[in-house]
């Protein structure tokens, strides 16, 4: 059974930085692509960044977040990592891991939250002015 469990959310003044977290387990690291999400309520889920399963660096970055935010993924203890600098409230939003399994990353998949299989439960970042 996947599992993916994310930590480190908070609350922080713009400008500021967090670190999130996210655990994998029972994951087929093969041939999948993994990232993170965001959604604030009323809208649509939205890519953060994405890397394929055997990479620790991200293939793509959703452009405003480009410069700013750091993913990757420490492969030996299976845990996927966000540092995220330079917070603007515009970045307040639940995030999210998310895996899919047998297909590599594409950038289109930033805008194709349903092309993932396996997500975590959230974790909420808030950013005040």
């Known amino acids: 059974q996947v599992r993916l469990a994310e930590s480190g959310g908070g609350s922080v003044q713009a400008g500021g930085s967090l670190r999130l977290s996210c655990e994998f387990s029972?994951?087929?690291?093969?041939?999948?692509?993994i990232g993170w999400f965001r959604q604030t309520p009323g809208r649509e889920r939205e890519g953060v960044a994405l890397m394929d399963s055997t990479s620790t660096v991200p293939e793509y970055y959703t452009t405003s977040v480009k410069d700013r935010f750091t993913a990757s993924q420490d492969t030996t203890n299976n845990v996927l990592s966000l540092v995220m600098n330079d917070l603007k409230p515009e970045d307040s939003a639940m995030y999210y891991c998310?895996?899919?399994?047998?297909?590599?990353?594409?950038?289109?998949?930033?805008?194709?939250?349903?092309?993932?299989?396996?997500w975590g439960q959230g974790t909420q970042v808030t950013v005040s002015s």
């Open positions: 998310a895996a899919v399994q047998d297909s590599w990353c594409y950038r289109r998949m930033l805008n194709q939250p349903d092309a993932f299989t396996y």
């Open positions: 029972g994951y087929n690291y093969n041939d999948g692509c």
